[in-house]
Every structure is written in structure tokens, then in C-alpha cells.
């Protein structure tokens, strides 16, 4: 799992270089990628560890988008964590635009119900 979230990673990077040869060859990296199942957990990692925000954010809204194609087809116990791992996210995210598109990302999300305890 850490081998494919550190290619994902640089793989995420690629995109974000002012070059438009090394931006073609990572979005066929990427698309190649995103159809595995195993991005999921891939992009989470990504997400929560990356120390580059824009890479973070990438993140988040690519895992947006599988979220919502793949949700239906995720085991409720992994669904439960994601939920749990987003909550957090959005208390301990310190860079905006990171926060911003994981309330993307909850927001999408079908279902989402936060119980809160007093």
C-alpha cells in the first residue's frame, strides 16, 4: 500500500509541474491508476501525509470522484473509517484549500450521517 500511495504521490506531483510533456505522461499514469480499487486507500494516504498541500488537495478531489463512482461497492466497516478519517480531517487541516475539498468530499458523499455524542 505505501509503495502505491508513494507513486501515487509522484504521479500527483507530476501533474502539478508547468510542463505540458510531464503533465500528458502523468495523466495516463493516472488514469491507468484510478482503476484499481486499491487507489482508494492509496489516496487517503496521500491525503492525510503528503507534507505538499497542492498535492493533498489533488488528493482530495480525485478521491472525491472515486468516492462517488465506488461508495456503493465499499464495505460498510471501511466506510464507517472513511467518514471518521474526513471528521478529523476537517478539524486538523490547517491549509484551506486541503479543508475545502474535503468538505467536498463529505458533502458527496450519500449518507453521510455525523452522530454526534454529548
Not at 67 to 79: A, G
Amino acid at each position: 500500500k505505501a509503495g502505491m500511495a508513494t507513486q501515487l504521490e509522484d504521479v500527483l506531483a507530476r501533474l502539478l509541474v508547468p510542463e505540458s510533456a510531464v503533465i500528458q505522461e502523468a495523466t495516463t499514469e493516472l488514469k491507468q491508476a484510478v482503476k484499481d480499487p486499491a487507489i482508494i486507500d492509496s489516496l487517503v494516504t496521500v491525503l492525510t501525509q503528503s507534507a505538499d498541500p497542492k498535492i493533498r488537495q489533488l488528493a482530495a478531489v480525485l478521491l472525491r470522484q472515486r468516492l462517488i463512482k465506488l461508495w456503493p461497492q465499499i464495505p460498510l466497516p471501511q466506510r464507517t473509517s472513511l467518514k471518521q478519517l474526513f471528521l478529523q480531517l476537517l478539524v486538523l487541516e490547517q491549509e484551506h484549500i486541503v479543508r475545502n475539498s474535503t468538505v467536498q468530499i463529505v458533502s458527496h458523499l450519500p449518507h453521510f450521517r455525523v452522530s454526534l455524542v454529548y
